[in-house]
């Protein structure tokens, strides 16, 4: 039971690096998601895929772009990295039909940028 | 804007202990409400979730309510453990949630710790 896979789990950047997190799902799940979770602001909407071929911007997307790959693959790419951006990301997709549908989690990347 | 808020911050009980987690949020236009569970270092973990027409939900030893007219949930913990040490956060996604609008707005938390 694979559920939401995210690789890698830690990176180190420096500044101005930039870096692609890699988001999969095996649930056949249409719509996902990108999070950040930083102390004391809790977790915030970066971006969001609805359906395969669509993304929309969330609370916080500055910075950052997506790609929707598949149905099963949504990456989160970082152009050039800030420290600004050190936070546990996390990925989390949801099928749709009745309204009682949770959101499913990956295990989250820790990313720190120097 | 939607704001979710978790009261309190943190709690520390015996175990064995009965408990009560607190999650209050201003639009009572929601779709549904959801209850998180975080371990340290790990993703959140689905334990409960209320549809907007639902009073409440049960798991095991978990007990969930919604009052969306007073914009409040309630996690009732029965017999606490250590096992339950953890984080509960809770969430809601707009009213108008209905297929590709659904998105979460998030607590910041409760830290549960549960001693033996």
């Known amino acids: 039971n694979a559920g939401v896979t995210q690789t890698p789990k830690f990176q180190v950047l420096k500044t101005g690096q930039s870096m692609t997190l890699q988001c999969a799902q095996d649930?056949?799940?249409?719509?996902m998601y990108w999070y950040r979770q930083d102390p004391g602001m809790g977790l915030r909407l970066i971006y969001y895929?609805?359906?395969?071929?669509?993304?929309d911007k969330g609370e916080v997307p500055n910075g950052y772009n997506v790609s929707r790959l598949n149905k099963r693959e949504f990456s989160l790419r970082l152009e050039s990295a800030a420290p600004s951006q050190t936070s546990v990301y996390f990925c989390?997709?949801?099928?749709?039909?009745?309204?009682?549908?949770?959101?499913?989690f990956g295990d989250g990347t820790r990313l720190s940028i120097l | 804007k939607q704001e979710v808020t978790q009261i309190p911050a943190a709690l520390s009980v015996p175990e064995g202990e009965n408990l009560v987690l607190n999650c209050s949020f201003t639009d009572s236009a929601i779709y549904n409400l959801q209850w998180f569970r975080q371990d340290p270092g790990k993703g959140l973990t689905s334990l409960l979730l209320i549809q907007s027409s639902q009073r409440e939900q049960t798991s095991g030893r978990l007990n969930a309510s919604l009052d969306k007219s007073s914009g409040r949930s309630t996690l009732y913990i029965a017999a606490s453990q250590p096992g339950d040490s953890a984080t509960y956060l809770c969430?809601?996604?707009?009213?108008?949630?209905?297929?590709?609008?659904?998105?979460?707005?998030f607590g910041k938390g409760t830290l549960l710790t549960v001693n033996p």
């Open positions: 989390a997709s949801r099928g749709v039909g009745t309204s009682n549908q949770p959101q499913h």
């Open positions: 969430a809601v996604p707009p009213g108008n949630s209905g297929g590709s609008n659904y998105k979460l707005t």
């Open positions: 895929s609805a359906s395969e071929g669509t993304t």
């Open positions: 649930m056949n799940h249409n719509s």
